[in-house]
């Protein structure tokens, strides 16, 4: 499965998004204060991505399953939209974790 990552800089600040093969995004990070801990969390993702436990299932006030992706510190890395189901969700789960480890980055900054 095909993927990418867009490294986006909004005024001072940058962000990535992880996305599928489809250009659905899979993932959203915290917003940074330099390129490099933008890139920093791109390589945790990569790190972590593949391991289940580092992902928290959750559901929104609304009703609506998202999850998080956390480094090994427990530190937040990526944020999921929210999902129509948690069957949803675990689909999104697994595309992270087969496209978040070797996805290409595009740096639109």
């Given at each position: 499965?095909?993927?990418?990552?867009?490294?986006?800089?909004?005024?001072?600040?940058?962000?990535?998004?992880?996305?599928?093969?489809?250009?659905?995004?899979?993932?959203?990070?915290?917003?940074?204060?330099?390129?490099?801990?933008?890139?920093?969390?791109?390589?945790?993702v990569r790190v972590n991505s593949p391991n289940d436990a580092r992902y928290n299932r959750l559901?929104?006030?609304?009703?609506?399953?998202?999850?998080?992706?956390?480094?090994?510190?427990?530190?937040?890395?990526?944020?999921?939209?929210?999902?129509?189901?948690?069957?949803?969700?675990?689909?999104?789960?697994?595309?992270?974790?087969?496209v978040g480890p070797t996805a290409p980055v595009v740096d639109e900054t």
């Open positions: 499965m095909a993927g990418r990552y867009l490294l986006r800089r909004s005024g001072t600040q940058y962000d990535f998004v992880l996305q599928a093969a489809n250009n659905k995004t899979l993932i959203t990070s915290e917003r940074y204060t330099t390129k490099q801990s933008a890139e920093a969390g791109i390589a945790s559901t929104a006030r609304d009703g609506s399953p998202y999850f998080v992706l956390k480094a090994a510190n427990g530190e937040p890395i990526g944020t999921s939209e929210t999902y129509s189901s948690t069957s949803a969700r675990d689909g999104g789960i697994e595309a992270t974790k087969t």
